[in-house]
Nanobody
């Protein structure tokens, strides 16, 4: 079975940086598209960034230049480097895996950006 486990969340001051990690198991990680999504209180879940098996990246327009997604196939992990954080980045961040028409989600991890 596929399992996704997020780590690295927490509290950070505005302007600071945070790095989220997601460890995947139970699938051929190198063939999957991996992504990060987030959901703030009262809002719909939205795409932050994703990265294909060919390492083609896709970012939400509002986050380009601040967030960077990367993957390490040897470790079956995908990371999200978040810089210049803003209070509006506060949300639960979810790891996502898409493979052969299937989709899996992590449980989510909270990121809180204070003023």
């Amino acid at each position: 079975q596929v399992q996704l486990v997020e780590s690295g969340g927490g509290l950070v001051q505005a302007g600071g940086s945070l790095r989220l990690s997601c460890a995947a198991s139970g699938t051929f990680f190198s063939l999957a598209t991996m992504g990060w999504y987030r959901q703030a209180p009262g809002k719909q879940r939205e795409l932050v960034a994703d990265i294909s098996s060919a390492e083609v990246t896709n970012y939400a327009d509002s986050l380009k230049g601040r967030f960077t997604i990367s993957r390490d196939n040897a470790k079956n992990m995908v990371d999200l480097q978040m810089n210049a954080l803003k209070p509006e980045d506060t949300a639960v961040y979810y790891c996502n895996l898409r493979q052969v028409g299937l989709e899996f989600w992590g449980k989510g991890i909270l990121v809180t950006v204070s003023l």
